[in-house]
């Protein structure tokens, strides 16, 4: 799949996802086989998605450096990513993990999707 072809199902995935408000999504290719997508979705209640992903196209497109921040104004909710935090070492999906206000827990990489999903059932919308 090319990078074009992947934001576009991004968008399509967006503008199906219930109580989006906003969105802003920018995507830059990186010659030759790379590219790293930016965003940021505005739900109904005001709380925000923040996200990147970094890819490589070739010969598969692959998600390689992730990370979903998900708050309300400046308050953290849950950020997933996959940065190297020592923090986050002894946990068995290292270096795949998610930060909650308590800390931090281990997690597998989710997809975009899934971070949509988790996100629309908190949420608190009439």
């Given at each position: 799949?090319?990078?074009?072809?992947?934001v576009?199902?991004?968008?399509?995935?967006?503008?199906?996802?219930?109580?989006?408000?906003?969105?802003?999504?920018?995507?830059?290719?990186?010659?030759?086989?790379?590219?790293?997508?930016?965003?940021?979705?505005?739900?109904?209640?005001?709380?925000?998605?923040?996200?990147?992903?970094?890819?490589?196209?070739?010969?598969?497109?692959?998600?390689?450096?992730?990370?979903?921040?998900?708050?309300?104004?400046?308050?953290?909710?849950?950020?997933?990513?996959?940065?190297?935090?020592?923090?986050?070492?002894?946990?068995?999906?290292?270096?795949?993990?998610?930060?909650?206000?308590?800390?931090?827990l281990?997690?597998?990489?989710?997809?975009?999707?899934?971070?949509?999903?988790?996100?629309?059932?908190?949420?608190?919308?009439?």
């Amino acid at each position: 799949m090319s990078l074009s072809a992947h934001v576009a199902a991004l968008q399509a995935l967006v503008a199906a996802t219930p109580f989006v408000t906003a969105t802003a999504l920018a995507y830059e290719e990186r010659p030759p086989s790379a590219g790293l997508i930016k965003g940021n979705i505005l739900f109904a209640d005001g709380s925000q998605l923040d996200f990147k992903e970094f890819l490589i196209t070739r010969p598969t497109l692959r998600v390689i450096k992730y990370g979903y921040h998900y708050r309300s104004d400046t308050r953290l909710i849950f950020r997933y990513d996959n940065a190297s935090d020592p923090a986050a070492r002894t946990l068995p999906t290292f270096p795949s993990h998610k930060h909650v206000p308590s800390g931090l827990l281990a997690a597998e990489s989710p997809s975009l999707e899934q971070v949509l999903q988790e996100i629309v059932s908190q949420l608190k919308v009439p």
